[in-house]
């Protein structure tokens, strides 16, 4: 069971870097269309606008891709001189305290959602874009980041118990960078 949810997430997950991918690509013809306009004195505007709300979006969801895909930095001086369970251990902290960081930035995003909601913000632009619409997108990736970082953590506990430390390290272990003895 908690290979088919390990696999189920990172399926997921990667089907939301798919998604992200198209969406960058989209962005960047749009950017490329509209400066080549440019050269024609014309323009469709707000591209600078909408590529930072595409990279705000595209940063948190692939957030949660990254961490699947064991592509965060890590920095595991001592690790590497511990034996398996010690290397467990130390995997079940870096993803306890990834988790509970992100899920505290969650929870702060939060009122910046709900501010901007209540107050009918805008932004500040030719385009004037009711700022809840990026602002969803932005805080709905860092949720799905905590949610992500929370099944593995509870995943990784069950490993644990079980003390099938190879499945830790495949789950939320520093990933292919190479491991070398000191």
Known sequence: ?????????????????????????????FIIVDITMRQFARSLGGSDEISGYVMAGVASWGLSYAL?????????????KLRAGGKALMDLFAI?????????IAF?????????????SR???PLETPLWIPQV?????????????????????ALLVRRDFAKVEALVGPGSEGETEQ
């Open 1 to 29: 069971m908690i290979d088919t949810i390990a696999t189920a997430l990172r399926r997921l997950n990667k089907m939301i870097a798919l998604v992200l991918g198209m969406v960058l690509l989209v962005t960047a013809g």
């Open 68 to 80: 699947t895909e064991l592509a965060h930095v890590r920095i595991d001086l001592i690790r590497y």
């Open 96 to 104: 306890t305290v990834l988790a509970a960081t992100v899920s505290i």
């Open 108 to 120: 702060q995003a939060w009122p910046v959602l709900e501010k901007s909601i209540t107050r009918s």
């Open 123 to 125: 932004a500040n632009t």
């Open 137 to 157: 997108v932005w805080f709905s990736g860092w949720v799905w980041f905590a949610v992500s970082a929370c099944v593995l953590v509870a995943l990784t506990c």
